[in-house]
């Protein structure tokens, strides 16, 4: 594939957008008008953009990565859209200042290349552990710049301006850094870490020491996340670390403690934090609780089953019905509207994705590149499977975001850079 | 480092496996389950708001429609008629569900225009998205004067074309007013309608059985003529009261008194007295077997052929053969023997119709928005009950009700009526009050039932004869009126 056939593509998905946005305009009544327009616009700026900046700053990217990305973003879009109007006007902008972000990531990126970030990693552990702290500033202080919590959990910082305010979940680029920071270190130390180990059974477990630093890196975010109540993204991390760990030694003792830890965490979780018990409870039986923690599930479910295969149509079905479709549960809206085929086509995309993102860390020659491409493609599969798997009953609930998809922009700027990183990782292979 | 990263990327595809094989269980193994779910809210959200088609009586009276709001653009049902047709329409309502005609006929009453692809295709393929159309046998002069009529009473009024089975009155008070249990606050409507003591949900015609009382003489009279056993001339011994076999306790007449001179008594003069005492005696003497070979040739004992089920009619033939005591009570339609005012409608219809049984139905036509007849009803016989002379015979006999017996009325000045009254006892001291019968005797074009539940004064006052007989009277004056 090439470049033109990206760019015909990428043309393709904005018409996707907006043609989806039309149909739920044509669904209340309406027709075509400004938001098909300015949806089909959008689109074409931010992935053309995208595009043009791969072009200029990593011309032998992958062409394969973009096409899914847009695909998804689009199908989200018109879910979003057809759930909250106003939420898909500042999805818009999202888009717009995510794709800017990204383009600043591959220009900045293009001259030192991807190493730079290897050599300050701990600059970047630093920053990232920042950003984690930042939502527990106080609320009610005069800085401009405040935490804030919503549903229980301190994820927001609100940039309040006065006249304006801005809300964003600084987890969402610390996640990246974090990533970023342990493919360094475990470049680093990957022959030590290698060497230095010893066989228990069928188990290959690293020196204790090798690990210190490492275990303060995730024991601080981890605290952290829990301590903010956010238990996908805990889990998220952690799981994180734990197959980048494995990836770079090869010892499957690191799956064996770290599937124990996740285990242990779990059940902490669930005996300290009763919103987890509420979670739990949910999954195990949404519609014998379907007055009160059971109802999103069991609505979700029922978005799915009355979908059936075809769907109901954009605009046509009742995902409004489920509380925050447009965040939690945009995967069941769209398998309501669009049916099994929407959602085996999202799946499948996702599933391209991730693939398209392993491809690269297997044709990496440099450790780092390809601890850092399998790290950021790992954390994007599981955080797919963590949400769509808690609408499906596969795993309790995680209040994370689907990427590409769910309303929510500091999700959407974390996620292209994401994608910047990966290319900018296969164009620095490629070269 | 490339083995850690192929086993972590074949587990990362056996999670998307996963995840593709939930939304498979979801979306299409159990899709038809959960779209029915009786939580799931969207069935009943997403036929609120839609066109349903009309339902209008045969005489043009629309008593079900859909009107379309101009702010919301959303489909309001409306029920012009409200409470006199409550029990026969029925109501389709998001929140309580569907009842009557608008359940039965739901699937031709909705509109197949769901807004999206599918649509067009049918379209194109020449299929007719809009909602159709129910006409009903219902005369809506006739059901509004029932209902009136019923009053305050607790009761049901059923009237049959003896020729055909078609409905032409449906009643049941105390009724409710359809419309209430359309708006948001349905479902408070609704627990104020089921905690009512005077039960204005139940459908009293169609969906209750009560004991019949004296109005079920005719069914043993049929099985005597019929059987050769008696006749309107047959004379029988005349006691104060008639002492079941077995047993302490005894049958007597009303008021206590022998039904003609205290020596002997015809059948005829029996029967237009309704007097007990004969007709235990002749139950007795038919036996249980032969008045329930004509009670289910009159579709006793098993389903009737209606647009909703009806409860079965009771002859309890087995429990009654060697009890003679119980088979005395029951050929006055006392003791275990039940039937929905329908089923007694059907019966003075079978007599009006020289003794064959027609099934009654309630649609007419259904037809399309062009107003082309998509199906017609059929006019379906249950069988023969009874002897054309029989018929007849019994006939003679029911008109001898009205003009000079229990029956007198019911009596229109210039039609020939035929009925016969029953008051069967009711809970505690209340009593039952019936009357069935048609008119006009020699070309019958109606034949009904009235029942009155629970009537609470006794004596006299509280008789079929006195509280049904009238009302079957003014339905039969109006209904002949018309048809001339």
Partial sequence: ?431 | MNGPIRRLAIAMFAFMGALLLAVTWFQVVRADDLKTDPLNPRPALTERGKERGLIVTIDGTVVARSVKDPDSRAFIREYPEGEAFAHAVGYSSFLVGNNGLEAVYTSELRSRRDLTISDIVAVILGQDLRPQNLEITIDSVLQRAAFEALGDNRGAVIALDPRTGAVLVAVSTPSFDPNLLLGDDAAQQWETLLTDQSQPLIDRGTKEIYAPGSSFKTVVTATAIDTGLAGPGTTFDDPDKFDLPGSEASISNFGGRPCNDGVSVSLLEAFVRSCNTIFADLSIQLGAVDIGITAEALGFNSEIDFEWPIPRAVWPTDELVGDDAALAQSGIGERNVRATPLHMAMIAAAVANNGVVTNPYMVQRIFDADGQAVETAEVSELGRAMAPETASVLAQMMERVVTEGTGRQAAVPGVRVAGKTGTATGRGDFSNPWFIGFAPVESPTIALAVFIEGSPSSGESATGGSLAAPIASMLIEIWIASQS
């Avoid at chain 1, 149909?23 to 043009?52: C, E, H, K, P, Y």
């Avoid at chain 1, 204790?208 to 275990?215: F, N």
């Avoid at chain 1, 990836?247 to 242990?264: D, E, F």
């Fill in chain 1, 1 to 431: 594939m090439t470049r033109n056939t990206e760019a015909a593509l990428i043309i393709a998905g904005s018409f996707l957008a907006a043609f989806g946005v039309t149909l739920v305009n044509f669904a209340r009544g309406g027709s075509v008008d400004v938001q098909t327009g300015l949806t089909f616009l959008v689109f074409l700026i931010v992935f053309g953009g995208l595009q043009i900046a791969v072009r200029t700053w990593a011309p032998r990217a992958t062409p394969l990565l973009i096409a899914p990305i847009v695909a998804l973003t689009a199908i989200g879009f018109l879910e979003v859209y057809r759930l909250d109007a106003a939420r898909a006007g500042l999805q818009r902008w999202w888009l717009l200042i995510g794709a800017g972000l990204a383009a600043l990531v591959l220009a900045l990126l293009s001259k030192p290349s991807t190493s730079v970030l290897r050599r300050y990693r701990n600059l970047i552990l630093v920053i990232s552990i920042a950003l984690l702290l930042l939502p527990n500033l106080p609320s009610d202080w005069a800085f401009p710049l405040k935490g804030l919590e919503i549903n229980g959990s301190r994820l927001w910082v609100v940039f309040d301006l006065g006249f304006t305010q801005m809300q964003f979940q600084p987890a969402e680029l610390a996640r990246l850094g974090l990533v970023t920071f342990v493919a360094a270190y475990l470049a680093d130390h990957q022959r030590a870490l290698r060497e230095a180990h010893r066989q228990v059974g069928p188990l290959r477990f690293p020196e204790p020491r090798q690990l210190i630093p490492l275990l303060v890196a995730w024991g601080v975010s981890v605290v952290i996340l829990v301590y903010q109540r956010d238990l996908g993204a805990s889990l998220l991390l952690f799981a994180g670390f734990v197959l980048l760990l494995y990836a770079a030694t090869g010892a499957t003792g690191y799956l064996a403690t770290g599937g124990l830890l996740a285990l242990l965490g779990g059940v902490a979780s669930f005996l300290m934090f009763d919103h987890v018990q509420r979670r739990v409870t949910a999954w195990i039986a949404p519609f014998e609780n379907y007055q009160d923690e059971g109802f999103q599930i069991a609505q979700g479910i029922f978005a799915l089953g009355s979908g059936s295969l075809s769907g109901a149509g954009p605009g046509l079905g009742r995902p409004d019905l489920i509380p925050n479709a447009s965040t939690d549960f945009i995967f069941a809206a769209v398998g309501e509207e669009l049916g099994y085929a929407g959602s085996v086509a999202v799946i499948a995309l996702f599933a391209l994705v991730v693939s398209v993102g392993l491809g690269i860390a297997f044709r990496s020659r440099d450790t780092f590149r390809k601890l850092l491409a399998a790290g950021l493609s790992f954390t994007f599969g599981i955080q797919v499977f963590l949400i769509v798997g808690g609408i499906l009953r596969i795993v309790p609930l995680t209040g994370i975001t689907l990427p590409f998809m769910s309303y929510g922009g500091s999700a959407l700027v974390g996620n292209l850079i994401l994608i910047a990183l990966l290319l900018r990782i296969s164009h620095e292979e490629a070269s």
